[in-house]
C-alpha cells in the first residue's frame, strides 16, 4: 500500500511540474506576441533553469533577443535549441534570419540548407533563399528558391515582387505584371510593388495603368526622381501635358533635379499647349546645363517661328546650331529650310531640303523644294520633284502637279 502511495505521489508531482512549465512557457509567449519582451525573456529563462531541455523555451527567448536585438544573444539561444533537438528546424530558420541581419550570409545558407533538408516543405526557407541569391546577382538560383516558395503558397510579398524584377529583366513584362499584382495584393502598402507595376505597364505601353500605379506609389511615399520622372513621361505621351509640367516642375523644385532632358521636355509639354514663351525658357535652361544639346535648339527655334516673323534671327540661328551639332538630322534641315521658304530665301531653301532629301526622304521635303523651284521658274525640276511626293501621297502635290506639270 505504501509502494502504490508513493507511485501516485510521483505522477501527481510530475503532472504538475509539467503543467508548471507549460504556464512559465506559455505566458512568456503571450508576452513575446503582446510586446512584453523583457518580461518575455524571464519566463523562458525560468522554464530553462527548470528544464534544461526544454527546447521550444530556447526558441521563443531567441525571438524575444530578436525583438531585442540582442542578436549575438539570440543566436546563442537558437544554437542551444539546436543542441537539445537537433532537427528542430524553427530553430535553424531563425538563426539564419538572425545571420541575415548581421551580415553572416555563408551561416545562413548553410542553416536555409539544413532547414530544406530536414523539412522540405519550409516557405521561410525558401523565401530567404530567393531574396539571398537575388542580392548576389544569381538570378537562376533566386528563380528556383523563388518557385520553390511561390509553389509552397507563400504569403511573403517581397518574394512575388523579386520573381516580378527577374521576370521584368528579361522583358517578360506580362508575367512581370501578375508577380507584381500578387504582391500588392498581399500587401496592398507595397510602395515599390506598385511602381515596378507601373513601370512594367509603362514598358507595355500601358500608359493610362502605368500613370495609376505611380500615382498609387506616390500616395504611399515613393516621393523619388523615378517616380516622378515615369509619371511625367507617361503623362507626355498621354497628351495630358499640364499634368505633365506640373510632375516636371515638382521634379525641379522640389527634388532639385538639374537634369537637362527634364527641362526639355517640360517645354516640348509647353509647345504642345502652344504656349512658345514658357517652351523657350526651359528649352534655355536644358542648353544651359548640357550645351551640345541638338533637340532643343531644335525645339526652341519652333518656339521662336511659333512667335512670328520679329523671332525669325533667333529660329534660323537655333536650326542653323541644332545642324552644326547634328548635321544627320534630316528635320533639322527640313524646318530651316521650310523657314526660308515661307521668307522666299528660296535658293537657302532649295539647299536644306536637298540635304534634308540625302538623309531621309519625305514627301513633304520634296514638294516645298518644288514649289522652290516653281518660283526659279524650273519647270522640269519643280515638276520631278512634285511627282515624287505625289507617288509618295502627298495630296497637294497631286493638284499641283496636275495644275503646271501638264
Sequence with gaps: MRYILIFFTLITFSA?????????????VEKLQSGNYESAITDFNIVIAKDKYYFEAYDGLGKAHIALKKYDDAIADFTAAIKVKDDYYQAYVSRAEVYLIKGMKK??????????????????????LGKYYYDEGNKEKSLENLNAAIN????KAESWYIRGLIRFEKKEYKDAIADFTQAVTINSSFGDGFKQRGIAFYNSEDYKKAIGDFSKAI????????????????????KEYA?????????????????PEIFFKKGVAYNYLENPAEAIKEFTKAITYKRDYFEAYYERGVSYAKQGSTKDALAIKDFSKAIELNPKSADAYAKRGKYYFD???LDLCIDDMSNAIKLKEDAECYYIRG?????????????????????????KAKEDQLILCN
Design 371 to 395: 514649289a522652290a523651284y516653281h518660283e526659279f521658274k524650273k519647270k522640269k525640276e519643280a515638276c520631278a520633284d512634285l511627282k515624287k511626293a505625289a507617288d509618295m501621297g502627298h495630296a
Design 243 to 259: 499634368k505633365a509640367i506640373e510632375d516636371f516642375s515638382y521634379i525641379v523644385t522640389t527634388l532639385k533635379s538639374k537634369d
Design 152 to 155: 509552397l503558397k507563400t504569403v
Design 107 to 128: 551561416e545562413a545558407v548553410k542553416d536555409l540548407e539544413k532547414t530544406i533538408a530536414l523539412n522540405p516543405k519550409n516557405v521561410q526557407a525558401f523565401d530567404h
Design 343 to 345: 521668307r522666299k530665301k
Design 219 to 238: 500616395s504611399l511615399g515613393k516621393t523619388d526622381l523615378e517616380t516622378y520622372t515615369f509619371r511625367a513621361n507617361a503623362y507626355l505621351t498621354t
Design 16 to 28: 504538475s511540474y509539467s503543467q508548471t512549465l507549460n504556464f512559465y512557457y506559455d505566458r512568456g
